[in-house]
C-alpha cells in the first residue's frame, strides 16, 4: 500500500505485530488512564512510513483497526480505524493519505464498512476523515472514557465502491 504526497514524499504502511517497537505519542486523545480489565481486544497494527527523496524510510506514526460486530454474518463485521502520526509529521497530509490507504486495503479484504470514530473536539481529525473520503454519520453519546472524562465522539465511514 502506497501513496505519493507531492512535496511530502512516499507514504506506505505496513503491517506490525505487538512485538513491533512502536513509539510512544502523546496526545489528549490517546490518554486513556486506567485500562479496563477485558478480555483482549483483538487490535491489528501497522506503521506509516515515510520516504523521501531516495532516504531509508522511517516510521511517522501508527495506524490500528479492530472489529465491530453489527450482527452475526460476515457482511455485518466492519472494522473501526484508529491513528497516531509523531507531531513533528502532523500537518503535511500523512494522516490524511494513510487512513485512505488503510480504508481501500480493508475494502480488498472484504470490509465493505470501514469506520472511524473521533472525539467532537478533534477538529484535526475530522478534517483528515474527511479528506480521506470518509462521511459523517452522526454522534455516539458519552461513547468513550478517558483519563480526563467521557467524551462525545463522531462518527464516521468509508464504504467500499457497490
Ligand atoms: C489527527 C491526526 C492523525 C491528523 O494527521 P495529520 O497528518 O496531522 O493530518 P493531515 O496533515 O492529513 O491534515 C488533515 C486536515 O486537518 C487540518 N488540521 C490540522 N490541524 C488542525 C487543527 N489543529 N485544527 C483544525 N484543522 C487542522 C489540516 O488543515 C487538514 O485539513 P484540510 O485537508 O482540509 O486542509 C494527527 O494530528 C494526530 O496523530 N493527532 C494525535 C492523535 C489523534 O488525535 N488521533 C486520532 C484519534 S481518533
Redesign the pocket.
Given at each position: 500500500m502506497l501513496g505519493d504526497l507531492q512535496g511530502v514524499g512516499e507514504i506506505t504502511i505496513c503491517q506490525i505485530d505487538d512485538n513491533y517497537p512502536r513509539q510512544l505519542?502523546p496526545?489528549p486523545?490517546?490518554n486513556w488512564g486506567e485500562m479496563a480489565a477485558m478480555n483482549k481486544m483483538l487490535i491489528d497494527r501497522w506503521c506509516i512510513k515515510l520516504a523521501v527523496a531516495g532516504k531509508p524510510a522511517i516510521d511517522v506514526?501508527y495506524l490500528s483497526a479492530h472489529a465491530v460486530w453489527y450482527g452475526p454474518t460476515v457482511a455485518s463485521k466492519a472494522m473501526n480505524i484508529?491513528?497516531?502520526?509523531i507531531a513533528e509529521?502532523?500537518?503535511?497530509?500523512?494522516?490524511?493519505?494513510s487512513q485512505r490507504l488503510l480504508a481501500e486495503h480493508l475494502h480488498e479484504q472484504g470490509y465493505l464498512r470501514v469506520e472511524?470514530?473521533?472525539?467532537v473536539e478533534?477538529?484535526?481529525?475530522q478534517?483528515?476523515l474527511?479528506?480521506a473520503g470518509f462521511q459523517f454519520e452522526g454522534i455516539a453519546r458519552l461513547a468513550q472514557g478517558r483519563a480526563d472524562g467521557i467524551h462525545d465522539l463522531q462518527v464516521w465511514s468509508h464504504i467500499a465502491n457497490p
Open positions: 505519542i496526545s486523545y490517546d506514526g484508529g491513528i497516531s502520526i509529521f502532523r500537518g503535511q497530509g500523512i494522516g490524511t493519505m472511524a470514530s473521533t472525539d478533534n477538529k484535526s481529525e478534517h483528515a474527511a479528506g
